[in-house]
């Protein structure tokens, strides 16, 4: 169990984006933290909700959230939905936040001739994806041609060519959703964990972006 309050003062001060998944089924949903709200003699929360399709009458939000490098989650119940210019929830406050991973890999931007292909089946097409950073542990992408992926997804083939031109092909499995609001808003955008790399293949990839670090 990690410090709640701590955890959620960075949350909502740096206006970290959230992966909202509610009364535990799918697709999720991505959200910001208005806030803290009192509720009656104690403390809870506001949650927006930015993108994706919100169902009536739920009872539980599931949140994810990346603070400093570490993936964070919750449950807490829903006192009210209210419509305004999106969606809000307000819900209880969380006893417990639970550390799910702690990245250790640094991230790097893609160079130019870097790029990520997906297939969402072992036989289905390829699609071409946006490619915002890579690291020796996985990547983030969008595709407006891949539909909604939740957290857990399972991306069966991914094909990544650094500058050398040479491919690796790997699969990927979703571990965060989020958004991008600057320069341009750009979402859901998709954090992924490789699947299995040879040995000559992490070696690549690790000469890659030690290379993009310098």
Same mark, same amino acid.
């Given at each position: ?16 984006? @959230? ?6 089924? *799918? +697709?999720?949903?991505?959200?910001? !933290?208005?806030? #803290?709200?009192?509720? &009656? ?74 790029? @990520? ?6 036989? *289905? +097409?390829?699609?071409?994806?946006? !490619?915002?950073? #890579?690291?020796?542990? &996985? ?76």
């Amino acid at each position: 169990m990690d410090d709640v309050r701590g955890i959620l003062g960075k949350v909502t001060a740096q206006k970290l984006p @959230l992966d909202l998944l509610f009364d535990g089924g *799918g +697709p999720g949903c991505a959200g910001r !933290l208005l806030g #803290i709200r009192r509720l &009656g003699d104690t403390e809870g929360l506001a949650f927006e909700v930015t993108s994706g399709d919100v169902p009536q009458g739920v009872a539980v939000v599931r949140v994810r959230v990346v603070v400093e490098r570490a993936l964070y989650e919750f449950a807490v119940p829903v006192v009210r939905q209210a419509e305004d210019i999106f969606p809000v929830f307000v819900t209880r406050s969380p006893s417990e936040i639970h550390t799910v991973e702690r990245r250790t890999h640094p991230r790097v931007t893609p160079s130019p001739t870097t790029r @990520l292909r997906a297939a969402m089946t072992m036989t *289905g +097409p390829w699609i071409q994806v946006e !490619l915002y950073n #890579i690291s020796q542990g &996985g990547a983030a992408f969008s595709s407006s041609d891949i539909g909604m992926l939740t957290v857990g997804h399972t991306v069966p083939r991914l094909e990544l060519t650094l500058d050398d031109g040479n491919p690796i092909l790997t699969s990927g499995t979703v571990r965060n959703v989020f958004m991008i609001r600057y320069p341009r808003e750009i979402g859901p955008v998709y954090g992924i964990q490789w699947g299995r790399l040879s040995a000559e293949e992490q070696s690549r990839l690790t000469a890659y972006i030690a290379a993009k670090r310098s």
